[in-house]
């Protein structure tokens, strides 16, 4: 029953989230604060190895340890540059994805599928109370990018 209510929760923050991006455009890269993130520019990409752990252990509906969503949390809270966050957790994403030979469209790890890793992934700055910038001004939530299919 826990694992249908962060899913349906899941899916709606991917709602609103997808409504957000189209409305205030974020799908544009080119420039702006989150242009700073840009390995070219210099900076290091974070590995978020903890995040890397919690997602995979909720995508198959394991208990993640408290150790392990601490480890998340603080990896994640100390990039200090709020505008790279979910950029980090994207590559972070592509590498688990790159790493296990995921193609569109498969299971991830036997029982999780790709889009609920996604959108577990994209959840992470609202799970540990991180903020993250959104178009709409908001400073917690969603990462933008759970509602486009090339994440």
Known sequence: MWMKTVFWGLLLFMLVATTMAVE????????????????????????????????????????VPEAVLRDCCQQLANINNEWCRCGDLSSMLRSVYQELGVREGKEVLPGCLKEVMKLTAASVPEVCKVPIPNPSGDRAGVCYWAAYPDV
């Open 24 to 63: 205030y455009g974020a799908r544009s890269h080119n420039s702006g604060p989150w242009s700073w993130c840009d390995p070219a520019t210099g900076y290091k990409v974070s590995t978020l190895t903890g995040c890397r752990a919690m997602v995979k252990l909720q995508c198959v509906g394991s208990q």
